[in-house]
């Protein structure tokens, strides 16, 4: 009997151990565990390719700040060539510069799965970097090719994975940690933003959209969940003893972050009685959830609307890591000029140095042979075909480089011109000048990248090739200059919207554009915001001279309307594209039309012998598509379209619509995804849920810029060069006859003695 009873209690005593380790994991209720694909932070999903002797390829991943990292699983699926040599080729998989495992390349078993645990000591609370470094070899003398295209080891970017284990910190409740608890570094972010009242007024439209984009612009292109919802006060129950110190809003609506925003009178109710007495002004507070410490509710008050205002826009402001406490009374704003020019943007007829667009000294060598400038173009930045804009290079490359060494120029990735290596003794030029065509460049985010190719003077396979001369460097005095240009562009044009957001932003304002929203469900609210927010993408900075309304009368050229479809709407679209009502009409494509543009004998001569862009102009294609008009409507799709302003020969008309049974968020969650996004064009796309896409160009455009002289005649000039010939000969000719008569009446008169020799 005893026996058995020991073997009982042995039993019981195992079993405990062994669950152990998950009861203890279950206990912890912040415990976050997260898979991604390798391909989730690379800019396209392809396989991670390592070629020639030595190789390596680095990814960065985000570690939030809100979380205590554990550890970060990495499982791998490689394939390497199967004529590397056995004893000579690996793979080191380093985390933040630490060797976190090797793997052996076996040329008969090529296909490999590998997993390692990289430790917490190793990781940090911010981007880590995972290098994947490779040495391989096909013999074991170093007579090799060290660029021989057997030599290659691919990482599966799709199949392998990454997995952090964390545990979700305590929220840190001071107003200096915003740039913690909201950043790029969150894979993705949710928040919910509360209504305290039935009525959805303008002012809490507005104050919506600060918020909105005060968040997308901490969280840059990291997605963004949003929810409105109204809420009503909540009773705790009468058990709980802490009840008049706990936000009076039920936990089962606070599924993530929230913000609750309005007047005092208007949120009163829902705040404890210290949150309540310190609202003495325009207030902006941070404070834990009652039910998940993990998660925070701001709340942005004030005495009176005005005061409501002045702290949202505080909100939208705070980046500097102040105040360094949990609420404070913003007293005044001063936004000093207001400029209409967004940050990192050119305006033409200016010269800015490298480091303007945040670009430092840059070394190409061997391991690192690029580096890129980016810089922001206005949507309406017109000039003639041969405006140049000039880069002036600070350059310098060593010695004993091979004469086929050159640092190419690419354009948004396309190859534009070279500069070729060729000093046997190395150079360094102050002022090194290339031109490249305004042409060329587009409007919105333009990337200019240096690629260097640098090959050693000596080489072959069985001779040593030293590379510590390979070295070039780009400093960042360098300089490039726009020339001056007038400001024109075709509209609607949805690929401009995409590139740019004009004309709903231009440059950092949004004050000759109204928001209207067709309905006020919360699904079109958080929509209208979301799509605002967006718009910071373009100004990098909150738009403030921002009009979100529901009113009818707009008075701004430029408009969006979001919502709803219903029977009240119908009657907005009279003059739209797409005719939506009772009966419907959509445009199919079908053919198109062809205009050649005709040009005169004058002209092409001076395009033949003295224009420096001698190419004929193209052809106007103009879409000829068929009307369907039919009963059915939108039914799953959603819709945006663009089109001329019916009361504003200036403006432009936006409409985002879905069906009143559809969610107009989830379908906008989905067209800003880069992949539909970045195929916007024409002035019409329908999607789906799916990301079937569909786009086309229906109805007329117009050219919409500067209305005055010069613009005008520089559009028509650059369009009919021989018409401005035609008239600047004449007047140099009657500008050599006048010229002509005054010397010779100033002869007559100075020396009247000589007159009569002159003819």
């Known amino acids: 009997m005893p026996k058995i009873i020991f073997i ?10 062994a669950l152990q380790p998950a009861l203890a994991k279950e206990e912890s209720p912040g415990a976050l565990h997260k898979t991604w694909p390798l391909g989730h932070f690379m800019t396209n999903d392809e396989p991670i390719q390592l070629k020639n002797t030595n190789d390596s390829y680095t990814i960065n991943f985000p570690i939030a700040d809100r979380v205590e990292p554990e550890s970060v699983e990495l499982k791998l699926v490689i394939s390497n060539s199967n004529l590397l040599k056995t004893n000579r080729a690996q793979l080191v998989v380093l985390i933040n510069g630490f060797v976190a495992g090797q ?6 078993n090529s296909e490999t799965q590998a997993k390692f645990t990289l430790a917490r000591e190793y990781l940090k609370n911010d981007y880590n970097q995972l290098t994947f470094r490779v040495a391989q070899h096909y013999t074991d003398s170093q007579c090799e090719d060290s660029s021989a295209p057997e030599l290659w080891t691919r990482v599966n970017s799709i199949k392998s994975t990454l997995t952090i284990n964390a545990d979700k910190k305590t929220v840190d409740t001071r107003l200096s940690q915003l740039g913690s608890l909201i950043n790029d570094r969150l894979g993705s972010y949710s928040l919910s933003i509360l209504r305290s009242e039935d009525t959805v007024s303008d002012d809490y439209l507005y104050w919506g959209a600060i918020v909105t984009q005060g968040v997308k612009l901490r969280l840059k292109y990291v997605p963004l969940s949003l929810n409105e919802q109204r809420i009503k006060p909540y009773q705790w129950p009468q058990s709980n003893s802490t009840q008049n110190a706990q936000f009076a809003i039920d936990p089962e609506q606070l599924k993530h972050d929230a913000v609750l925003i309005g007047t005092k009178q208007q949120i009163g109710s829902f705040l404890p009685d210290s949150i309540l007495q310190s609202i003495q002004g325009a207030y902006l507070g941070i404070f834990r959830q009652d039910k998940a410490p993990q998660r925070f509710i701001l709340i942005i008050s004030g005495i009176d609307n005005q005061e409501v205002t002045k702290a949202v826009q505080a909100f939208a402001l705070l980046n500097l890591g102040l105040p360094d406490t949990a609420w404070t009374i913003i007293k005044d704003i001063d936004f000093g000029a207001m400029a209409s020019t967004s940050r990192q943007t050119v305006v033409p007829g200016s010269t800015y140095q490298f480091s303007r667009f945040g670009f ?17 173009i206005p949507a309406d930045m017109y000039s003639t075909e041969e405006a140049q804009v000039s880069i002036n290079l600070d350059l310098a490359y060593g010695a004993a480089l091979r004469r086929d060494s050159v640092i190419n120029i690419k354009l948004n990735g396309l190859f534009n011109q070279a500069i070729p290596l060729k000093e046997a003794s190395g150079a360094h030029y102050s002022n090194y000048q290339i031109n490249i065509p305004l042409r060329s460049f587009q409007p919105g985010l333009n990337n200019l990248s240096f690629e260097a190719v640098l090959t050693p003077s000596e080489y072959g396979e069985c001779s040593f090739i030293q590379t510590g001369n390979l070295i070039a460097s780009i400093y960042q005095n360098s300089t490039l200059t726009f020339p001056k240009t007038g400001s024109a562009a075709t509209l609607p044009d949805l690929k401009l919207f995409e590139r740019t957001g ?4 231009k440059g950092a304002s949004a004050d000759q554009s109204a928001f209207r929203l067709l309905d006020t469900s919360s699904d079109t609210i958080a929509s209208a915001w979301h799509f605002i927010a967006h718009l910071t993408t373009f100004t990098h900075a909150p738009i403030f001279d921002l009009h979100i309304t529901q009113d009818k009368n707009l008075s701004q050229p430029n408009q969006l309307l979001i919502g709803k479809l219903s029977e009240k709407t119908h009657e907005i679209f009279t003059e739209a594209p797409i005719e939506l009502g009772k009966l419907n009409q959509f445009p199919y494509v079908n053919q198109e039309l062809q205009r050649q543009i005709e040009e005169s004998f004058g002209e092409w001569l001076y395009r033949t ?18 009307l369907i008009t039919q009963t059915s409507g939108l039914g799953e799709k959603y819709l945006l379209m663009s089109y001329p302003a019916p009361a504003n020969d200036e403006g432009v008309v936006f409409a985002l619509l879905s069906n009143k049974e559809q969610s107009l968020y989830t379908g906008l969650s989905e067209l800003l995804t ?25 109805g007329d455009t117009f050219t919409s810029g500067e209305k005055n002289t010069k613009l005008t005649y520089i559009m028509h000039f650059s369009r009919h060069p021989w018409q401005w010939l035609a008239i600047i000969v004449p007047l140099l ?3 050599a006859w006048l010229i002509h008569k005054l010397l010779n009446r100033y ?10 020799h002159v003819d």
Request: hydrophobic share 40%.
């Open 674 to 698: 880069p992949k539909l996004w970045n195929q916007l064009q024409g002035n019409i796309v329908v999607w789906d849920k799916q990301q079937n896409f569909n786009s086309l160009q229906q």
């Open 8 to 17: 009982i209690i042995y039993f019981v005593y195992f079993l405990l151990s």
């Open 747 to 756: 002869q007559k008169n100075a020396h009247p003695q000589a007159s009569g």
């Open 502 to 505: 004009f004309p709903l932003v």
């Open 609 to 626: 012998f003295l224009s420096e862009n001698s190419k004929p102009v193209a052809a106007e294609i103009i879409p000829n598509n068929a």
């Open 733 to 735: 000719m009657l500008s």
């Open 103 to 108: 793997i052996k390349l076996d040329p008969i």
């Open 360 to 376: 430092t000294d840059s070394v190409f060598d061997r391991t690192n042979s690029s580096t890129n400038l980016a810089f922001y």
